[in-house]
């Protein structure tokens, strides 16, 4: 593939719309173009993520969440070029694959849990969040244009797969996980 960013700007978008891949244009807030925001976001989040799990020696995590960035990355393309299809099932399988062996080691949660404890859990809570952002604005464009492959379903594994990584940061950094508080019932 070619060098494809010639040039940085190109004014065609100065009016509020923005060109998809199969030729369209279309309004920067639309839903399509929310979608690729919210995967966009999330990638620039996890990379992120990753800086600080290679600061920290972190390379068992770093191996597993590293080729997510390639992923959205294909994601975003299939969003941008509707036709196009990148992500396989073997990518969704994968995520699954990893989430079994942490939760294995982890075990079962007996409480809610907080987006806390270390700078590299709460980051990878972000992703976390970011991902399941990513994945409502991918289902409201699929409300409006169907979307095919199995992106829905790589955006949503992807959370999960991120829920447990915020655990098993914490666990490889010996931080206890920090539990949820109900607020006090209130008095009489």
Known sequence: ???????????????GETGLGDGRRVPKDHPRIEAIGEVD????????????LAEHGLNEVTTVLAPCQHR???LGGELAMPSYQALNLAEVERLEAAIDVWNEELGPLKNFILP???ALV???????SLARSAERRCQQLNAMEPLEGVGLAYINRLSDLLFVAARIIGRRQGIAEVLWQPAPKPEG
Not at 1 to 15: E, F, N, Q, V
């Open 122 to 128: 709460a980051q990878a809570h972000v992703c976390r």
């Open 72 to 74: 959205l990355f294909d």
């Open 116 to 118: 806390s404890g270390s």
């Open 41 to 52: 976001s999330l990638n620039s989040q996890l990379g992120l993520l990753l800086a600080g």
């Open 1 to 15: 593939m070619g060098y494809r960013l010639s040039k940085i700007y190109t004014r065609t978008g100065d009016k």
